[in-house]
């Protein structure tokens, strides 16, 4: 079983407005969703969605490190007490801005449980990077 998921993808953006969009509540609210996040180190944040059908609708933890272009958080699936890791880092690059997102720490889950979650943040990551896309060239409209 894998324990890590990792994603990799360049904006025709700026890091800073790539930044912003993945560490400002009311950005990460319009491209994820709502959030109470602030991009410090030590501050508890909530991550709050209607129920879908498997019934969860939060995800919380803790931020880790925040750093210019470093965004480390645990993640904590409403209803489990199995802490993950997130990790966003941000480079500049010729085009824009390469993003990193790495998952980690999701064989934590027993047994089964493990696959699944695996295959669902697979999923729901690859549908945050669409939605984080999707939000930089409408909205910022910069790429």
């Known amino acids: 079983m894998k324990d890590s998921i990792k994603k990799e993808v360049i904006f025709n953006h700026a890091i800073d407005q790539v930044w912003n969009a993945i560490t400002k509540a009311?950005?990460?609210?319009?491209?994820?969703?709502?959030?109470?996040f602030k991009a410090e180190k030590?501050?508890?944040y909530l991550f709050t969605s209607p129920p879908n059908e498997k019934g969860c609708n939060t995800i919380g933890g803790e931020i880790l490190e925040a750093n210019p272009y470093v965004l480390v958080y645990t993640w904590i699936v409403g209803g489990t007490e199995t802490e993950t890791t997130v990790k966003w880092e941000l480079e500049s690059t010729a085009e824009g801005t390469k993003l990193t997102l790495e998952h980690t720490g999701i064989s934590k889950?027993?047994?089964?449980?493990?696959?699944?979650?695996?295959?669902?943040?697979?999923?729901?990551?690859?549908?945050?990077?669409?939605?984080?896309?999707?939000?930089?060239?409408?909205?910022?409209?910069?790429?």
């Open 42 to 44: 030590g501050y508890k």
């Open 26 to 36: 009311e950005e990460i609210s319009t491209w994820f969703i709502p959030a109470d």
């Open 109 to 143: 889950y027993a047994g089964e449980t493990a696959i699944e979650m695996f295959e669902s943040f697979n999923g729901g990551w690859d549908n945050c990077i669409n939605g984080l896309t999707s939000y930089l060239k409408e909205t910022v409209n910069a790429g």
